[in-house]
């Protein structure tokens, strides 16, 4: 993808890195990474809540001025999964959701901002990284890449892993540049998956596909 970060800017704890990222590019800084520690009000699609503790998440926001007004934004959402699958190791449930043992590790979240008439992709990211439990409710169909992966991961360093990604990761330009890399296993209605946008009235189909990284 076509990404110039001009700042990757890293905060302690703040509400949500989306709302800070349009705050900031609606005064104009921009291209810009937002990255905290900790988000007391993060969400995900359709307003969903997501939960984060300090140090146990990675949490960042950015900004693809790149690409205001594209066409079909979903595929930037789609095209963010591909890359950040290939730096946590995990499969990709679409249109959002990052799985590993069939548990939802993490998220992806794109949402358009106004700017002077245009509109501009800001795409959220959301990790669970070091936690060993989760409440209750959400205890069975959740995890983290340490109870994946038996360590502790250190989240600005994967946040900078992402980014580089981020370069590497194919042009949101259709579905065949994603289907090329490989990198999702379906996991919906079998091992194949059906999404409809009703926005852009275009449907979708999927098979079953192994991650080849």
Sequence with gaps: ???????????????????????????GENPLVVFSHHQ?????????EWISTFGDSLTMSVVLL????????WLIGMST?????????????WPNDLVIGGKKVGGI???????????VPVVGIG???????????????????????GHEWDAEELGREVIRRL???PEPNGWGSLNQRGACLMRRRGNGSRWQTGRWGQRLEWVRMVSSW
């Design 81 to 93: 999964a591909v890359a950040v699958a290939g730096a946590i190791r995990s499969q990709i449930q």
């Design 127 to 149: 990790i669970n990284l070091n936690q060993v439990l989760f409440p209750a409710e959400i205890a069975e169909r959740a995890t983290s890449l340490r109870m994946a992966f």
């Design 109 to 119: 979240l794109t949402e358009m901002v106004e700017l002077e008439g245009r509109k």
């Design 1 to 27: 993808m076509k990404l110039h970060v001009g700042e990757f800017a890293v905060y302690p704890s703040v509400a949500s890195t989306q709302d800070i990222a349009r705050e900031r590019l609606e005064i």
């Design 66 to 73: 790149e690409y205001a007004d594209c066409p079909r934004p």
């Design 167 to 169: 370069v590497d990761a």
């Design 40 to 48: 007391e009000a993060g969400r995900g699609r359709f307003g969903r």
